[in-house]
């Protein structure tokens, strides 16, 4: 019998910054401070500019 609710959804883009917002996540939990820019960058990934 099909089921129109049974689907499967995939975006790759959508996982990819779920990913990345549960890892910020992740990291905020296990300190007391604020995470610095710096750190945000690191954990996404990103090279800030040199300028």
């Known amino acids: 019998m099909y089921d129109q609710f049974d689907v499967t ?3 790759v883009d959508l ?3 779920v990913e990345l917002t549960t890892n910020l996540i992740i990291a ?3 300190t007391d ?3 610095s820019t710096a750190e945000i ?3 996404l990934g990103v090279t ?3 300028g």
């Open 9 to 11: 959804l995939e975006d």
């Open 33 to 35: 401070e604020r995470l």
């Open 48 to 50: 800030p500019a040199q």
């Open 15 to 17: 996982l990819g910054e």
């Open 28 to 30: 905020a939990s296990e």
């Open 41 to 43: 960058d690191r954990i």
